[in-house]
C-alpha cells in the first residue's frame, strides 16, 4: 500500500511539473534560408532572438540551434542527425499575458516537443575547447558608435562578443566559450577570422571531415583575438550534452 502511495504520488508531482511548464499563447513556424557567414556578413538575411513583452521574432535558426536556445547549451553541445544544421526555420510567437522573458527557453522547448515531437536526454562529454580571456593588458574593443552604418564599411560589422565567437568557432575547429563577460556590441574587423572560415569550410568540402578535434593553424583568428586585447586559451572541459533521440524534420501545421 504505501509503495502504490508512493508512486501515486510521483505520478502526480510529475504530471504538475510537466503541466506548469510555460509555452507559447501561439506560434507560427515558416521554413527559412540557411544563415552561412557569407549570408551573415550581408545583413540580407534575418537572423537572430527579438524579445519583447507580448512577442518572440527567430529569424533563420537551425533546429540545432533552437534545441540549444530551448535546453540553455552551446550549440556544440547538442547531438543529432546532421540535417538539424540544415533545417532552418523563422518563428513567430506570442508570449502569455504576465509572463518573463526568462521563460523562453521553457516555451521553445514546448514548441519544439508538441510541433516538432522533440524527444531527448542528457550525458556528459569532455570536450577540447578553447575560452575566450581578457588579457593582460585589457581589452582594445570599439564600442559601435552612435549611427554607425555597417554597409559603407567594407570588413568590419558590429557584433555582441556572442556572435563574434561563432565565427570563431567556424575559424579554429574548437567550441569557444565566453569567459570574458563582456557586455555590448563592438565593431569587429572580420576579414581576418572569415579567412580562417573559408580555409576551414573548403577543407571540409575537399576532405568530407567536419574538423572535429582538428588543430587549429591559428594564423588570423588568433592574430585578430590579440589585437583585441583578448586571448583563447585551450582546455579539456566536461559539459552537458542534449542527445536528440527523436525529432520531425517539418512541423505539425501552424
Known amino acids: 500500500m504505501r509503495v502504490a502511495t508512493l508512486l501515486l504520488t510521483a505520478a502526480a508531482g510529475m504530471a504538475v511539473w510537466c503541466q506548469s511548464r510555460p509555452s507559447f499563447e501561439v506560434a507560427s513556424i515558416k521554413p527559412a534560408p540557411k544563415p552561412t557567414a ?9 537572423v537572430g532572438t527579438k524579445i519583447d513583452p507580448a512577442r518572440v521574432d527567430i529569424g533563420s535558426a537551425p533546429l540545432n540551434s533552437l534545441i540549444a536556445d530551448a535546453c540553455r547549451v552551446k550549440l556544440f553541445q547538442v547531438s543529432g542527425p546532421e540535417w538539424l544544421s540544415d533545417a532552418t526555420f523563422d518563428i513567430q510567437a506570442t508570449l502569455p499575458a504576465g509572463s518573463l522573458t526568462e521563460q523562453v527557453p521553457e516555451m521553445l522547448l514546448s514548441l519544439l516537443e508538441d510541433r516538432f515531437k522533440l524527444v531527448f536526454h542528457r550525458e556528459t562529454k569532455e570536450f577540447s575547447v578553447y575560452t ?4 593582460k593588458d585589457g581589452p582594445k574593443l570599439t564600442p559601435v558608435p552612435p549611427g554607425y552604418d555597417p554597409a559603407r564599411t567594407d570588413h568590419r560589422r558590429p557584433f555582441t562578443l556572442e556572435a563574434y565567437i561563432w565565427f570563431l ?5 574548437r567550441p569557444v566559450l565566453d569567459e570574458t563577460r563582456l557586455p555590448g556590441e563592438y565593431v569587429f574587423d572580420m576579414a581576418p577570422v572569415m ?11 575537399n576532405t568530407g571531415s567536419d574538423g572535429a578535434g582538428a588543430e587549429p593553424a591559428g594564423g588570423g583568428a588568433f592574430r585578430a583575438v590579440e589585437a583585441l586585447g583578448l586571448k583563447l586559451e585551450p582546455h579539456k572541459r566536461a559539459l552537458p550534452v542534449i542527445v536528440v533521440d527523436k525529432i520531425e524534420k517539418l512541423p505539425t501545421e501552424n
Open 132 to 135: 575566450l580571456v581578457v588579457g
Open 38 to 46: 557569407a549570408l551573415l556578413l550581408s545583413g540580407k538575411v534575418h
Open 169 to 173: 568557432y567556424l575559424a579554429v575547429d
Open 195 to 205: 579567412k580562417d572560415v573559408t580555409r576551414n569550410l573548403l577543407s571540409r568540402l
